[in-house]
Nanobody, 115 residues
Framework: QVQVVESGRGLGQAGGSLQLPCVVCGRFDSINAMGWYRQAPGKQRELVAVITFRSSHPNYADAVKGPFTISRDSAKSPVCLQMNSQKPKDNAVYYC????????WGQGTQVTVSS
């Protein structure tokens, strides 16, 4: 069974940094891309950043360009979301997904940034 597992400490302060790693566990052929999304209370889930595995090309939501960086270490995983200069508006549940032959989502991890 293939699973996407998010980890990382989810508590931070405004202006600080957090890193969210994500790994894909189980047997699979290859990863086409992995991404991070977030959902704040009362809002729809939105893209944060995505990275392709063939070219390691990242794409970011306009709201996070600059402070956030997505990167990967190997052909399998993990993928890390580095969040710098955090703001309270970054409070949300962050979800990682992987594009295999299908898309699979992680359970999500709460990120709380205090002012």
């Amino acid at each position: 069974q293939v699973q996407v597992v998010e980890s990382g400490r989810g508590l931070g302060q405004a202006g600080g940094s957090l890193q969210l790693p994500c790994v894909v566990c189980g047997r699979f052929d290859s990863i086409n891309a992995m991404g991070w999304y977030r959902q704040a209370p009362g809002k729809q889930r939105e893209l944060v950043a995505v990275i392709t595995f063939r070219s390691s090309h990242p794409n970011y939501a306009d709201a996070v360009k600059g402070p956030f960086t997505i990167s990967r270490d190997s052909a399998k995983s993990p993928v890390c979301l580095q969040m710098n200069s955090q703001k309270p508006k970054d409070n949300a549940v962050y979800y990682c997904n992987a594009h295999l032959r299908y898309i699979i989502w992680g359970q999500g991890t709460q990120v709380t940034v205090s002012s």
